[in-house]
T-cell receptor, first 111, second 116 residues
Framework: GDSVTQMEGPVTLSEEAFLTINCTYT??????LFWYVQYPGEGLQLLLK?????DKGSNKGFEATYRKETTSFHLEKGSVQVSDSAVYFC??????????FGKGTRLHILP | DSGVTQTPKHLITATGQRVTLRCSPR?????VYWYQQSLDQGLQFLIQ???????AKGNILERFSAQQFPDLHSELNLSSLELGDSALYFC???????????????FGPGTRLTVL
């Protein structure tokens, strides 16, 4: 079945460091891809999305590019802040219109 | 604040019991989704309703059921509870069912269920 695999955390970085969280997927057809963020004690929020190959989603300094050839959707940010500390989920929307989430990656940013 | 409300925030109960979780979607949203988040299973889609009708089912156990009422609020009923049902249960809503063009889901803060 369709699935999402993302790097396990926790990931700990210093403020202003470069961030990459890897995400790969398996799906039939051409899913839409998403990154969600979950701050402590809150629900998930959509961070960015891409609906077709080579699309780049971006928001709040975060970017991810839909790479069909490598079935990947890695999340990047050039300079992280303490306020970016959260859990990040990669997800896909498959052809049955069901959302499948990765297990999440916890990110800690040290001041 | 996403506009989606969930009650209660925390729930502690015993094995074998039955509980009801409540979700009120954002004003104007017709679709409601339920998710279970646990340490071992991650975030899993349970069930979706649209305008009172069940639209999609995910990994929902037979001991669990849900419904969406005419005022569009939804309830998730969990019965014969087991220790493994301890998890964070999220509700999300969207204007219409998610389709290929994607209508964004807005998540509530969740209900943390602890089964002792």
């Amino acid at each position: 079945g369709d699935s999402v695999t993302q790097m396990e955390g926790p990931v700990t970085l210093s403020e202003e460091a470069f961030l990459t969280i890897n995400c790969t997927y398996t799906a039939t057809g051409y899913p839409s891809l998403f990154w969600y963020v979950q701050y402590p004690g809150e629900g998930l929020q959509l961070l960015l999305k891409a609906t077709k190959a080579d699309d780049k989603g971006s928001n709040k300094g975060f970017e991810a590019t839909y790479r069909k050839e490598t079935t990947s959707f890695h999340l990047e940010k050039g300079s992280v802040q303490v306020s970016d500390s959260a859990v990040y989920f990669c997800a896909l929307l498959n052809r049955d219109d069901k959302i499948i989430f990765g297990k999440g990656t916890r990110l800690h940013i040290l001041p | 604040d996403s506009g989606v409300t969930q009650t209660p925030k925390h729930l502690i109960t015993a094995t074998g019991q039955r509980v009801t979780l409540r979700c009120s979607p954002r004003s104007g949203d017709l679709s409601v989704y339920w998710y279970q988040q646990s340490l071992d299973q991650g975030l899993q889609f349970l069930i979706q309703y649209y305008n009172g009708e069940e639209r999609a089912k995910g990994n929902i156990l037979e001991r669990f059921s849900a419904q969406q009422f005419p005022d569009l609020h939804s309830e998730l009923n969990l019965s014969s509870l087991e220790l493994g049902d301890s998890a964070l249960y999220f509700c999300a809503s969207s204007v219409v069912p998610i389709v290929r063009s994607y209508n964004e889901q807005f998540f509530g803060p969740g209900t943390r269920l602890t089964v002792l």
